[in-house]
DNA sequence: TACCTGATGCAACTCAGTCACATCAGATGT
DNA sequence: ACATCTGATGTGACTGAGTTGCATCAGGTA
């Protein structure tokens, strides 16, 4: 246990937060962050992989929820049902002291290219879990990806919702509402290519 | 024109396409591809915003590409439409020459986690791209989102099987195909999760 | 008291990326 | 020919991320 003081971890992400907050992401260098923390570099870099790390910390746990919401659906769930359980299992993981920190993460992320492509790398990771549980169910590999993107839209899009209010509710309620929205209009945006019953040729827009 | 040796550009990405396969991406140093391509560390630099862009050069100008195959669509244009033709003219503009190199870069890529952030983050950016187009056209932003999501997964495995196959077909064929695969696909997994024929009122998350 | 263990510090290192300044090859004008 | 202008390149020093081997230190155990 702790030996020294406690939650090094925890203690230079609140640091480094700050000093994003402050000076911006680019302009704060890792000794700094140490520094604050009351830490050196080194440690810092034995907790972290690297400095965008410390801002996405736990992500890599969000890749097996995801997968162990589509495997916990009921035995004959459709594609569909284990899409929405898989994201709602990883909607779950949030807690309300998670709005706070997305309320002062997300301008300091807008403004951070690096920190951006790192966000996005992470939602890219999520949808590919997402998507190859969703194989691993023996559903077909482009309804598969189809859902994974769908299901992660409706995710991010209900995060942001959810974070953007002020209200009791719950991350998992902005994602379902968000899934209903998106299924409605993804339906609606199919509709418009094929009109016909039985799925044939496209018409294609020539230049 | 070249007053010192020509084509420095391409020199530099051959001199890198070499030792990446050789070494691996994240064993060269940037200092080593100056080297081989007869060049300085700053010239590198000067042309390529980091080590990885080397790799993804010229991926800046396919953001113009869709938003103009987005916005030369028919002005009666279905929004499906203007996906469509989005993504048909981003998929114009590969030569056979491209395949070629997909093939090389495509195992590089694979085994370097820094690259394939960028790849991401790349793909990201197109998406974006190609939903923002949609939403100026005043498409729904849902719509646009998921119709941007399902355009640019076609692009992407349409891009795996032509580097795949070695024939005379056309990328656009194939992205094309795989438009129509894809369409198939999400409207046999919406209906499993929408049996009701009107998809109308719409909530949206309370807020 | 002696030892063990895991977390931390220290110092030196590599490499990506930046910058100010010098240089050099060719085009232009006289 | 000669001087000059211009843009592409080289030089060298610098910052900061990330790594590594070794020392240290706090606490638990025998």
Same mark, same amino acid.
């Given at each position: 246990?702790?030996?020294?003081?406690?939650?090094?971890?925890?203690?230079?992400?609140?640091?480094?937060?700050?000093?994003?907050?402050?000076?911006?992401?680019?302009?704060?260098?890792?000794?700094?962050?140490?520094?604050?923390?009351?830490?050196?570099?080194?440690?810092?870099?034995?907790?972290?992989?690297?400095?965008?790390?410390?801002?996405?910390?736990?992500?890599?746990?969000?890749?097996?929820?995801?997968? @162990?919401?589509?495997?916990?659906?009921?035995?004959?769930?459709?594609?569909?049902?284990?899409?929405?359980?898989?994201?709602?299992?990883?909607?779950?993981?949030?807690?309300?002291?998670?709005?706070?920190?997305?309320?002062?993460?997300?301008?300091?992320?807008?403004?951070?290219?690096?920190?951006?492509?790192?966000?996005?790398?992470?939602?890219?990771?999520?949808?590919?879990?997402?998507?190859?549980?969703?194989?691993?169910?023996?559903?077909?590999?482009?309804?598969?990806?189809?859902?994974?993107?769908?299901?992660? @839209?409706?995710?991010?899009?209900?995060?942001?919702?959810?974070?953007?209010?002020?209200?009791?509710?719950?991350?998992?309620?902005?994602?379902?509402?968000?899934?209903?929205?998106?299924?409605?209009?993804?339906?609606?945006?199919?509709?418009?290519?094929?009109?016909?019953?039985?799925?044939?040729?496209?018409?294609?827009?020539?230049?």
């Amino acid at each position: 246990m702790g030996r020294w003081e406690p939650d090094a971890r925890g203690r230079l992400l609140r640091a480094a937060l700050e000093l994003f907050a402050e000076h911006g992401y680019e302009a704060t260098t890792t000794a700094q962050i140490a520094d604050r923390a009351g830490l050196t570099k080194t440690t810092l870099f034995r907790l972290f992989a690297d400095k965008r790390e410390i801002v996405f910390q736990g992500q890599g746990e969000l890749l097996a929820l995801v997968t @162990r919401g589509v495997d916990e659906a009921l035995n004959d769930a459709s594609a569909w049902d284990r899409m929405v359980n898989g994201v709602l299992v990883l909607s779950g993981a949030h807690a309300h002291e998670h709005r706070t920190t997305g309320r002062i993460l997300d301008p300091i992320l807008a403004r951070s290219p690096e920190l951006n492509e790192r966000a996005v790398f992470k939602r890219s990771a999520i949808t590919s879990a997402l998507e190859g549980s969703l194989i691993g169910h023996g559903i077909d590999r482009w309804q598969a990806g189809a859902l994974a993107d769908l299901g992660i @839209r409706a995710y991010y899009s209900g995060y942001d919702l959810w974070v953007a209010v002020d209200d009791s509710s719950t991350l998992a309620d902005h994602v379902l509402a968000q899934i209903t929205v998106l299924r409605g209009a993804a339906a609606q945006a199919l509709e418009a290519a094929a009109p016909q019953p039985h799925p044939a040729g496209v018409r294609s827009a020539d230049g």
